[in-house]
């Protein structure tokens, strides 16, 4: 059962560029779909509990599809998988320079993002800061002695 659409890729698309061949977008999907299910076994049946809540929920699958479109863009921005580009323009005597980085460790790879994978395990953030209270729970300085002002 696939989660996501090429009308969604295309949807979401910024530019004026964006790809029409909705069967190569389609072949890409159902790659990055099976990468996810690859590294996440059990996502499709969380996706379903959720869907039988009450009541129900979609933010799980909405998280889903948002991972895969943006799986699919990158590989369809720099399908080259070029990490930059010089985009130099020359006309008669003026000319104009300036070069394209594409971020990330495998630009235009079909990759799945630490920051997307810990979306769709339901990480939020890494570690947390907590504080462990080694106040004597007798000592009138814990927060849940009682104090007597007459004792």
Partial sequence: ?????????????IGDDAPSDTDQIDLWIGKAEREIRSRIPDLQ???DAQAELLPPSTALLDDAIDVVVAMVTRVFRNPEGIRS?????????FSESGTVTYG?????????LDSELAK???ERGGAQAFTIDLTPT????????????WR
Avoid: C, K, Q
């Fill in 138 to 149: 007798t000592s009138r300085f814990h927060p849940d002695y009682a104090w007597e002002p």
């Fill in 1 to 13: 059962m696939a989660w996501t659409t090429a009308d969604d890729v295309i949807n979401a698309w």
């Fill in 120 to 122: 769709l395990l339901g």
């Fill in 45 to 47: 049946a969380r996706i």
């Fill in 85 to 93: 580009r010089n985009t130099g323009v020359t006309t008669g005597p």
């Fill in 104 to 112: 990330g460790n495998t630009p235009g790879e079909l990759a799945l």
